[in-house]
């Protein structure tokens, strides 16, 4: 069984930076698993897509709102997916959430769907003040 566990969130000012990381135990390939996200989720809203990177690491996706802010990576050699986030702003500070899906998620149609991801870490929080 895949676990997925997250670390480097913290609290930072506003125009910061952070990277978090998302280590991954066991084989992804052999669940099926390939397509790695991060989500975010405030208290009483919906957790929401944030960038989402292809079992090859050659498709990136992200949401509107981190576009040019955050950047996705995977080194397959240590199983672990990154979110590199510069230019933190207050409205960022949330739990952030690492999840696993199918191989085939990332290129599909929706982007970004909750219930595409079959394997959940147990989130770090990030907080940005002003």
């Known amino acids: 069984q895949v676990q997925l566990v997250e670390s480097g969130g913290g609290s930072v000012q506003a125009g910061g930076s952070l990277r978090l990381s998302c280590a991954a135990s066991?084989?992804?390939?052999?669940?099926?698993?390939?397509?790695m996200a991060w989500f975010r989720q405030i208290p009483g809203n919906e957790r929401e897509a944030v960038a989402t990177i292809s079992t090859t690491g050659t498709t990136l996706g992200y949401a509107d709102s981190v576009k040019g802010r955050f950047t996705i990576s995977r080194d397959k050699a240590k199983n672990t997916v990154y979110l590199q986030m510069n230019s933190l702003k207050p409205e960022d500070t949330a739990m952030y959430y690492c999840?696993?899906?199918?191989?085939?998620?990332?290129?599909?149609?929706?982007?970004?769907?909750?219930?595409?991801?079959?394997?959940w870490g147990q989130g770090t929080q990030v907080t940005v003040s002003s």
């Open positions: 066991g084989s992804l390939e052999a669940y099926n698993l390939g397509c």
């Open positions: 999840a696993a899906a199918g191989r085939y998620v990332c290129t599909g149609s929706p982007w970004g769907r909750e219930g595409d991801y079959n394997v």
